[in-house]
């Protein structure tokens, strides 16, 4: 059973870092395409970045370019998300996905799995 635990949510202030982790278990990093998404409150979801299987290739949404970066650890099965530079326009629950198609994050469709979330707050 495909399962996905995010972790390293917290309270940061603006213009300050921190990491996420995306923990995966019953599927490895290297055969399924991946992403992180995040929702604010009264927002609809937005997809923070996708990346390919094997976290080859990553593409990022444009409010966060050049300040987030995915990361990956084989041996520990689990995906990163470091984030720079925050501001209080970050806050929001964090989601990390995952599907057997790299198409996802090409053409669009559909992530199968998701883990529970973890807040980030981003404030003074």
């Known amino acids: 059973q495909l399962q996905l635990v995010e972790s390293g949510g917290g309270l940061v202030q603006p213009g300050g870092s921190l990491t996420l982790s995306c923990a995966a278990s019953?599927?490895?990093?290297?055969?399924?395409?991946m992403g992180w998404f995040r929702q604010a409150p009264g927002k609809e979801r937005e997809r923070v970045s996708c990346?390919?299987?094997?976290?080859?290739?990553?593409d990022y949404a444009d409010s966060v370019k050049g300040r987030f970066a995915v990361s990956g650890d084989n041996a520990k099965n689990t995906m990163y998300l470091h984030m720079n530079r925050l501001t209080p326009e970050d806050t929001g629950v964090y989601y990390c996905?995952?599907?057997?198609?790299?198409?996802?994050?090409?053409?669009?469709?559909?992530?199968?799995?998701w883990g529970q979330g973890t807040q980030l707050t981003v404030s003074s």
């Open positions: 996905a995952a599907t057997y198609s790299d198409a996802v994050c090409t053409v669009g469709g559909d992530f199968g799995s």
């Open positions: 019953g599927f490895t990093l290297d055969y399924f395409a």
């Open positions: 990346s390919i299987s094997g976290l080859r290739r990553t």
